[in-house]
Structure formats: C-alpha cells, structure tokens
C-alpha cells in the first residue's frame, strides 16, 4: 500500500515562466522517513476536479540540506503539472509519499562524473551535482544541460553559482535549441555532441560514470555514443520523460480473460480480468491501494513480482533484464498472457 504524508508547501518559487520549484514543510516526526538519495523522487497526490491523481517529481534539493524540493514544469494537457504551477501556493496542505527510485547517485571519493540533461531531466542531476560538490571534495562533475532557450532554462542562475564556487572541480555546459548564445552550444543533445564532450574536449578524462536524464530519444543516442566511448554500460543510468511502446509485446495481448490473484499487504485477493488491461489499472479498479505514481512506465511505484503464470510488459526502462526473468514487472505497463496468475507486491 502506497503510503502518504500531510505536508504543508513552505515556498512556491517560479523558476521560469512555465516551471516551479516547491518546497516541502516536512515536521520533526517525519524527518527520518524523508531522508533520501541524490536522484530519487516523492509521489504527490492531490485531489483535482473530483478526481485523485497522483504524479512523480524528482528531488532538486540534496540529502545534506534536510529539504524536499521538487521541480514541476507545466506540460501543454499535463493535468496535475498544470494545476500545480498555477495553483500551488504557501501553506496548501498536499500529500507526499517518502522518497523512492533507481536513479541514484552515492558520492564517492576520487570520481569523475558526466551528466546529459534536457530541460526538466535538471531535477535529479543538480540533486546529484550538488551533492557531489558538497560532500566529496577529491570528485569532479561536468554537466552537459540541453534547453531551448535561456529563459527556458530551470535552475539557470543556481548552476551559473555553483559553476563560479566550484570552478576547479564543476564543468557546465550549456546548448540551446532556439537561440544563439556566446560561448554556448547552438543545436541539441545527441551522439555527436556526447562525442565533442568525451572524445575531444575531455578526451584527458576517464569518466567514472555517467547519468542521463531527458527524452528517450536524447538517452539512446549518447548512451550508445557513451558506450562506444569505453564507458561500461552498467556505468551508465539514466532516467526517461517517457517510454515508448514495444511493439512486440504488445502484439502478444490478445482478448481474453484471466484469473488473477493479487498479494497486497499481506493479503490476498483474486477476480478475473480482462487480458486487454493492464494489472495495475484492474486492480485499482478492484479497490486494492496498490502503489503507483506516473503510471507511464519511468518510475517503479508500481513494481510487483509474478509468481505464477505470464504478462507481457509494453514498456520498460527500469528493470534489467535479470530482473525481468525474476519475474519482475511495472504492473501499470503490464498484461495477463495466460489464464491464471499471481502478483506479489509484497515480495519486492
């Protein structure tokens, strides 16, 4: 069961004219719940227009500063981010689940990190480059930031101040679409700019580990230029805006129905479901309090085991594929393909 906290809003802060940073009253008691790694995000939930919706937001701030921070940029028909950038405001009681992820970054001593952002994928990264800045003093950070505009850059004045206090060890680098700036980038995050930075500009330094946060299409491209780079794949992570669909396992859903037994807090519960729905979504319907956040396949809210029978996932940039023949799956991108099955949420 997905566990929420009320929390009150200390400051709405506008970044840029279509994105916010919100900061997050946490009271004493609830402090230690809260403490989190650089890359992780909270789910919020608000209730909007009659309707519950919940959303995933990285962390901005870091571990250090005892602060929940999140960044929420407004997306054209995005319902929640919308509302939040126009409503939100000082002393709004919300609700705030404790910080979760995969996209992690523990500082070590004598490392050399390289991070490709694109416009709100700055979230987790200035959490990461902050945190590495001010906890490990023998470690370098070079920042690769992608936008379309300056005015359209979030966290545009902090990192310009980081680079100026951190300037023998932060490396930043802006590019920018739409606009021609001095000394600056024209154009967009991609193989062939991976390779100017790696290959030929920092071509002196081995890079320990890389973190990509940004478009799926922006993430294949300078992993693979990355890759080709001699940088280790597990040495690469990264975190999408959005997943696309794999055709192939869609294609695997056929119509049908399936038995379905759910393990949820300790308790068991089994209906029959459509084999053209997703398990998260029959579930809900079902009136279990599984956990889910985006429900779009880039976060792991929503991550169970299978322990009996087949699903097909549509999407997946999350799990490896040891974790899949686990049994593993993201319930909200997941399909039924055999008559019977089991899902554990529980044993995860």
Same mark, same amino acid.
């Given at each position: 069961?997905?566990?929420?906290?009320?929390?009150?809003?200390?400051?709405?802060?506008?970044?840029?004219?279509?994105?916010?940073?919100?900061?997050?009253?946490?009271?004493?008691?609830?402090?230690?719940?809260?403490?989190?790694?650089?890359?992780?995000?909270?789910?919020?939930?608000?209730?909007?227009?009659?309707?519950?919706?919940?959303?995933?937001?990285?962390?901005?701030?870091?571990?250090?500063?005892?602060?929940?921070?999140?960044?929420?940029?407004?997306?054209?028909?995005?319902?929640?981010?919308?509302?939040?950038?126009?409503?939100?405001?000082?002393?709004?009681?919300?609700?705030?689940?404790?910080?979760?992820?995969?996209?992690?970054?523990?500082?070590?001593?004598?490392?050399?990190? +390289?991070?490709?952002?694109?416009?709100?994928? +700055?979230?987790?990264?200035?959490?990461?480059?902050?945190?590495?800045?001010?906890?490990?003093?023998?470690?370098?950070?070079?920042?690769?930031?992608?936008?379309?505009?300056?005015?359209?850059? +979030?966290?545009?004045?902090?990192?310009?101040?980081?680079?100026?206090?951190?300037?023998?060890?932060?490396?930043?680098?802006?590019?920018?679409?739409?606009?021609?700036?001095?000394?600056?980038?024209?154009?967009?995050?991609?193989?062939?700019?991976?390779?100017?930075?790696?290959?030929?500009?920092?071509?002196e330094t081995t890079f320990d580990a890389a973190f990509l946060c940004g478009p799926e299409k922006m993430i294949q491209e300078v992993s693979k230029a990355l890759k080709n780079n001699k940088i280790a794949k597990e040495n690469i992570h990264f975190e999408l805006f959005t997943v696309s669909v794999d055709e192939g396992a869609a294609s695997a859903i056929k119509e049908g129905t399936t038995e379905i037994k759910v393990l949820l807090d300790d308790e068991e519960t089994t209906f029959t479901m459509q084999q053209t729905d997703n398990i998260l979504a029959a579930s809900l319907r079902n009136d279990l309090d599984a956990p889910y956040s985006c429900q779009g396949g880039v976060c792991s809210s929503c991550l169970a085991k299978?322990?009996?029978?087949?699903?097909?996932?549509?999407?997946?940039?999350?799990?490896?594929?040891?974790?899949?023949?686990?049994?593993?799956?993201?319930?909200?991108?997941?399909?039924?393909?055999?008559?019977? +099955?089991?899902?554990?949420?529980?044993?995860?």
């Amino acid at each position: 069961m997905a566990t929420f906290y009320k929390v009150s809003i200390q400051e709405v802060k506008q970044e840029t004219a279509g994105a916010v940073s919100v900061l997050f009253n946490i009271p004493p008691h609830l402090k230690s719940e809260f403490n989190f790694t650089a890359g992780q995000y909270i789910t919020i939930q608000q209730e909007i227009r009659g309707e519950e919706i919940r959303r995933a937001y990285s962390i901005c701030s870091t571990p250090k500063s005892g602060e929940i921070r999140v960044a929420i940029k407004a997306v054209e028909k995005g319902v929640f981010s919308v509302y939040a950038t126009s409503h939100f405001k000082v002393g709004d009681e919300i609700e705030i689940s404790i910080p979760e992820g995969r996209f992690l970054l523990n500082p070590e001593a004598n490392k050399n990190y +390289i991070a490709f952002a694109a416009g709100s994928g +700055i979230t987790p990264i200035l959490s990461m480059v902050t945190a590495v800045l001010e906890s490990e003093p023998t470690s370098n950070f070079t920042l690769v930031y992608g936008n379309k505009t300056v005015a359209d850059t +979030i966290f545009y004045t902090q990192l310009n101040a980081l680079k100026e206090s951190f300037s023998g060890r932060f490396k930043l680098h802006y590019i920018f679409s739409r606009e021609d700036v001095k000394n600056d980038l024209r154009g967009r995050i991609d193989g062939n700019v991976t390779n100017y930075f790696v290959k030929n500009m920092y071509k002196e330094t081995t890079f320990d580990a890389a973190f990509l946060c940004g478009p799926e299409k922006m993430i294949q491209e300078v992993s693979k230029a990355l890759k080709n780079n001699k940088i280790a794949k597990e040495n690469i992570h990264f975190e999408l805006f959005t997943v696309s669909v794999d055709e192939g396992a869609a294609s695997a859903i056929k119509e049908g129905t399936t038995e379905i037994k759910v393990l949820l807090d300790d308790e068991e519960t089994t209906f029959t479901m459509q084999q053209t729905d997703n398990i998260l979504a029959a579930s809900l319907r079902n009136d279990l309090d599984a956990p889910y956040s985006c429900q779009g396949g880039v976060c792991s809210s929503c991550l169970a085991k299978v322990t009996e029978g087949k699903a097909v996932m549509v999407k997946n940039s999350i799990l490896t594929d040891s974790e899949v023949e686990e049994g593993l799956i993201l319930t909200c991108q997941a399909y039924p393909t055999t008559s019977k +099955i089991t899902i554990d949420f529980d044993d995860v």
